[in-house]
C-alpha cells in the first residue's frame, strides 16, 4: 500500500524540522575539541604538582593551603575539568557558555591565587610563592576560556 504524497512530505518536514532543532542546540567543535581535552588532561595533571609549598592540587583542593588557592582548585576542577567533560560529551551550546564563563572566573580566581601565595609572606599564610603546579593550572585556564569562548561565541 503506498502512503499518500502529503503524509510522506509531512514526515520528512517533520524530521528535518527535529533535526534542525537538534542541531542548533549543540555546538560543532571540531580540532578545537581535541585541544579542550588536552587542556582539561593538563589540569588534571597539574592537580598532582605542587601548589602550595609542599601541598599538592588536590590537596588543597580539600583544604590544606589557604581559601584563595582552594577556591581556584575548586573552580578548575569544576569549569576546567567537570564542565569540560561535560560539553564535550555532550557538545551542548549551553554548556560551552558555562564553560567560556566559568573559565574566565577560574582565570581571575587563579591570579588572585598566584598573587596571594607571592605575598603570603606578609599575612603568615601556608606558601613561599605559588607552586609551579598551580601556574600551569593557570596558564591551562586561561588557553581553556579562550578556546570555549572561541566555541560559544561561534554559534552567535
Known sequence: MTEP??????QLAAEINEVGARASKTVELGRRGFTIAV???????AQILPW???????????????????LFAATSTGIGVVASALALASRRWWLAWVCAAGGWFATVDGLLSIWS?????????????PGYGMVIAWVAMIVLAVNWMRTAFSRA
Open 52 to 70: 602550595v609549598g609542599d601541598h599538592a592540587g588536590w590537596q588543597v583542593l580539600l583544604g590544606q593551603g589557604g581559601g584563595i588557592p582552594q
Open 39 to 45: 587542556l582539561t588532561f593538563v589540569l588534571l595533571v
Open 5 to 10: 504524497a502529503g503524509n510522506a512530505v509531512d
Open 117 to 129: 601565595q607571592q605575598s603570603s609572606h606578609a599575612g603568615g599564610a601556608v606558601g613561599a610563592g
